[in-house]
């Protein structure tokens, strides 16, 4: 067992005991991005988008990963609502980052 899918399987533990952990879940969807399973780690983030539209840490992943599969528009519509829910968070880290990644996807 590779120490990524170790880290899922203690992950997914973790959320049985924490159900509404959205960090838990935001975890596990990047190790399952790690394990090049993107289509599983898609589900994973858009189900975490759905619970908790406010977890700005999301986007810019989401974001990433459809732009690796070539699916830009998708990737600019996550983008943009990450940076709406940076700006209301006022977060200007995060929103600096979705901004300039916003960017580049669109080159």
Request: charged residues 35%; negative net charge.
């Given at each position: 067992?590779?120490?990524?899918?170790q880290?899922?399987?203690?992950?997914?533990?973790?959320?049985?005991?924490?159900?509404?952990?959205?960090f838990?879940?935001?975890?596990?969807?990047?190790?399952?991005?790690?394990?090049?399973?993107?289509k599983?780690?898609?589900?994973?983030?858009?189900?975490?988008?759905?619970?908790?539209?406010?977890?700005?840490?999301?986007?810019?992943?989401?974001?990433?990963?459809?732009t690796?599969?070539?699916?830009?528009?998708?990737?600019l519509?996550?983008?943009?609502?990450?940076?709406?829910?940076?700006?209301?968070?006022?977060?200007?880290?995060?929103l600096?980052?979705?901004?300039?990644?916003?960017?580049?996807?669109?080159?």
């Amino acid at each position: 067992m590779t120490a990524t899918s170790q880290r899922l399987e203690y992950l997914k533990t973790l959320l049985a005991e924490d159900q509404d952990d959205s960090f838990v879940k935001y975890a596990i969807a990047k190790e399952y991005e790690k394990l090049d399973e993107l289509k599983i780690s898609i589900e994973k983030f858009e189900e975490l988008r759905k619970e908790d539209p406010d977890y700005v840490g999301l986007y810019y992943h989401l974001a990433h990963i459809y732009t690796e599969i070539d699916e830009t528009e998708k990737a600019l519509e996550v983008y943009d609502a990450g940076i709406y829910v940076a700006k209301a968070q006022n977060d200007l880290h995060a929103l600096s980052e979705l901004r300039n990644a916003r960017v580049n996807a669109e080159i």
